[in-house]
């Protein structure tokens, strides 16, 4: 497939996906400082059974959003280095058909 035609992916699209995810995942990332600025300490005194089930909804609740903002993130950097890639290999193909 040639990079001229019309199903090629354009290194800007991938920039542009690639500000999306990152700008997502810095988001998350300040869901999650927030919600563990803002979460009650748990309570030694309460129950063995209401501390059990308040931390493991307290590591629910932040294990998910930190692999939700880690996801957005490597997404982000994967993508800025696939349109990387895709820009300089339509400047290798360019220089290949200027010096022919």
């Not at 997502?24 to 309570?43: E, H, I, R, T, W």
């Not at 307290?58 to 982000?76: C, D, H, K, T, W």
Request: aromatic share 8%; glycine share 12%.
């Amino acid at each position: 497939m040639s990079s001229s035609s019309p199903g090629s992916p354009h290194p800007l699209s991938a920039l542009l996906g690639s500000t999306f995810a990152a700008g997502l995942g810095y988001g998350f990332l300040q869901l999650l400082l927030s919600m563990l600025a803002k979460l009650p300490p748990v309570d030694l005194d309460s129950g063995s059974l209401a501390r059990g089930v308040g931390i493991l909804v307290r590591y629910l609740l932040v294990g998910s959003v930190s692999l939700v903002a880690f996801m957005f993130v490597m997404v982000g950097l994967g993508l800025a280095a696939y349109s990387v890639q895709l820009l300089r290999e339509r400047l290798t193909s360019s220089r290949h058909r200027s010096s022919l």
